[in-house]
C-alpha cells in the first residue's frame, strides 16, 4: 500500500507536467491518473492484496480542490475571506480535503497556538479524510502566528490552515 505522502507528491508530479494520462502498477496495486481539460487530476488506487482489502480510492483535484467521489450528505460551510497575508509567513495547507482537527482527541490539548514555536518535524493538526487521520506537520521552523480554520471545519486541498513566521 501507498503511504499518503508519496500518492500526494505523485497526483503533484502529474498535475505539474505535460503527461496527460499515468498509469503505475506494483506488488498488486494500480494506480491511474488522468487530467481533463480543465487540468484536473483524477486518481484511482486499487488494492489486490488478500490480507488488507482497501475500497478504490478515487479522487479529483481541479483549482486545486479535492472532491470525494460520493456527495456530501452535508453541504460545505462557506470559507471566509483569508487575511492579508504578509509574504515572508509561510502558509501550512492542507494536503487533501477533510475535517480540521486541532487536537489528536476531543479531551486532549491542542497541538500548536498562535505565538507556539514549531519545528519542521512538528505535527500541528489532524486532517481526517475518508476515516483516516493525517497528521499534518510544520513543514518549516518558526512560529505560528495565525490559525486560519476552526476545529472540525471542513478544508479543502489547498486551503491555508496556519500562516508562521518562519
Same mark, same amino acid.
Given at each position: 500500500?501507498?503511504?499518503?505522502?508519496?500518492?500526494?507528491?505523485?497526483?503533484?508530479?502529474?498535475?505539474?507536467?505535460?503527461?496527460?494520462?499515468?498509469?503505475?502498477?506494483?506488488?498488486?496495486?494500480?494506480?491511474?491518473?488522468?487530467?481533463?481539460? !480543465?487540468? /484536473?487530476?483524477?486518481? *484511482?488506487?486499487?488494492?489486490?492484496? #488478500? &490480507? =488488507? %482489502?482497501?475500497? +478504490? @480510492?478515487? $479522487? !479529483?483535484? /481541479?483549482?486545486?480542490? *479535492?472532491?470525494?467521489?460520493?456527495? #456530501? &450528505? =452535508? %453541504?460545505?460551510? +462557506? @470559507?471566509? $475571506?483569508?487575511?492579508?497575508?504578509?509574504?515572508?509567513?509561510?502558509?501550512?495547507?492542507?494536503?487533501?480535503?477533510?475535517?480540521?482537527?486541532?487536537?489528536?482527541?476531543?479531551?486532549?490539548?491542542?497541538?500548536?497556538?498562535?505565538?507556539?514555536?514549531?519545528?519542521?518535524?512538528?505535527?500541528?493538526?489532524?486532517?481526517?479524510?475518508?476515516?483516516?487521520?493525517?497528521?499534518?506537520?510544520?513543514?518549516?521552523?518558526?512560529?505560528?502566528?495565525?490559525?486560519?480554520?476552526?476545529?472540525?471545519?471542513?478544508?479543502?486541498?489547498?486551503?491555508?490552515?496556519?500562516?508562521?513566521?518562519?
Amino acid at each position: 500500500m501507498y503511504k499518503i505522502q508519496e500518492l500526494r507528491e505523485l497526483i503533484k508530479l502529474v498535475d505539474q507536467s505535460n503527461i496527460d494520462e499515468f498509469t503505475f502498477e506494483s506488488e498488486g496495486s494500480k494506480i491511474k491518473m488522468k487530467k481533463n481539460k !480543465e487540468t /484536473a487530476v483524477q486518481t *484511482v488506487v486499487e488494492s489486490k492484496v #488478500q &490480507a =488488507q %482489502p482497501v475500497a +478504490p @480510492v478515487v $479522487a !479529483e483535484a /481541479a483549482q486545486p480542490a *479535492v472532491q470525494p467521489a460520493q456527495p #456530501q &450528505a =452535508q %453541504p460545505a460551510e +462557506p @470559507v471566509a $475571506a483569508a487575511p492579508t497575508v504578509d509574504e515572508n509567513l509561510h502558509k501550512i495547507v492542507s494536503p487533501m480535503v477533510g475535517t480540521f482537527y486541532a487536537s489528536p482527541s476531543p479531551d486532549a490539548d491542542v497541538y500548536v497556538q498562535k505565538g507556539d514555536k514549531v519545528k519542521e518535524d512538528s505535527v500541528v493538526c489532524i486532517v481526517e479524510a475518508m476515516k483516516l487521520f493525517n497528521e499534518i506537520e510544520a513543514e518549516v521552523n518558526g512560529e505560528i502566528v495565525e490559525i486560519l480554520v476552526e476545529n472540525g471545519q471542513l478544508v479543502e486541498y489547498g486551503q491555508p490552515l496556519f500562516l508562521v513566521k518562519a
